[in-house]
């Protein structure tokens, strides 16, 4: 290539270059006069901010396939740059079509509010569309590799010879893939069955937690003192787990006393009602206290009383505990557990 050749190919790609640039100038400019209304502003800003860089990455690759032609490259020079650019192209793309899947998602999220009373259904659509997004990105980025595997010759060859031995092939990939496909299945099992959703209360391994993230693979659950218990999804499709907010939100909180026997109940049933009525926590729909079990030494006391959530159900059991102690310690001593040691009197014989 001479240097005439080479001073048309530097303006050609210098003005391929300029006009992706005035392009995404120009479609920023859109993005920001449709931002106006505020019906879409902060969708199109997120977009906007987002989708960036692979925009730009696209229109750079897109303007240089078309201005290749007007180059004075010929031959394998030509095919070999052309080539890197179809490479770039559908990289590009789909790094753009993942950011696009992002903004969709946190737009759908925002229509989904988390901080209401019963958000049982918003809970359900945020883990479907979460699961959907993941499973959608990674169908994106094998198709976008396939794509790329399949621009060179050799590599196509190789895909036919390996579809005309696919049968044992295809059972080592299945039995080296099992467990994974085994998670990637209850995943999809536990998102679309109404298992499991985001913000779920689930007691596992003995501990009390929400579901934080729920993938395709493994499912993070954030414990009442903020640690993280990371567990396969095959662990919720195989294992018995307790799972307190399946068809609502709303639970019942327990709180359990022992007593002695000599506890006037009714005083203490008295006592429950003004500190379950006189609570933040309480729901205003249901609560009673009941004497479900006697030892030999005390007598249980449990305290039943409906929450919003699992979270306000813990706060007013412990409520709940704490003043009735209190009432008992102050107003009814004679009620807190005691032990009771009978002394004999002396033998005759003084022993």
């Not at 006009?19 to 906007?48: C, K, M, N, P």
């Not at 030509?78 to 696009?100: D, F």
């Not at 990674?138 to 696919?166: C, D, E, Q, Y």
Request: a positive charge; hydrophobic letters at 50%; proline letters at 3%.
């Amino acid at each position: 290539m001479d240097a005439e050749q080479l001073v048309r190919a530097a303006i050609v790609v210098t003005a391929a270059l300029l006009t992706a640039i005035v392009a995404g100038w120009l479609f920023r400019f859109a993005v920001r006069r449709l931002g106006r209304r505020r019906r879409y502003q902060r969708f199109l800003e997120q977009l906007s901010r987002t989708c960036r860089w692979p925009f730009r990455a696209v229109l750079v690759v897109v303007a240089l396939v078309i201005a290749l032609p007007f180059t004075a490259l010929t031959g394998a020079a030509r095919e070999m740059v052309h080539h890197g650019l179809i490479i770039a192209l559908i990289g590009a793309s789909a790094w753009l079509t993942v950011r696009v899947l992002f903004v969709l998602e946190d737009a759908a999220f925002r229509r989904l509010p988390m901080d209401v009373a019963d958000n049982r259904r918003m809970r359900r659509a945020r883990t479907r569309i979460g699961m959907l997004r993941r499973l959608t990105a990674v169908t994106v980025t094998v198709l976008a590799i396939a794509s790329i595997l399949m621009t060179f010759a050799p590599l196509r060859t190789l895909g036919a010879s390996l579809l005309a031995s696919a049968g044992l092939a295809g059972v080592v990939a299945a039995l080296a893939a099992h467990a994974t496909l085994a998670h990637i299945f209850a995943g999809l099992q536990l998102a679309f069955t109404d298992e499991l959703h985001i913000d779920d209360v689930v007691v596992v391994e003995g501990e009390w937690g929400r579901i934080e993230e729920l993938r395709l693979t493994y499912v993070v659950v954030r414990l009442w003192d903020e640690r993280r218990l990371v567990l396969p999804t095959t662990y919720f499709t195989t294992t018995p787990f307790q799972h307190w907010t399946r068809n609502e939100s709303r639970v019942l909180g327990a709180a359990v006393l022992h007593l002695d026997h000599r506890m006037p109940v009714d005083a203490l049933r008295a006592e429950a009602e003004k500190v379950v009525a006189a609570s933040v926590h309480w729901d205003r729909r249901d609560w009673v206290l009941q004497v479900v079990d006697t030892t030999e030494t005390t007598m249980v006391v449990r305290v039943l009383a409906s929450a919003i959530d699992a979270q306000h159900a813990y706060d007013l059991r412990c409520e709940i505990r704490e003043k009735l102690i209190a009432f008992v310690r102050e107003h009814h001593p004679e009620g807190l557990p005691q032990t009771r040691v009978l002394l004999s009197p002396p033998s005759a014989d003084g022993q």
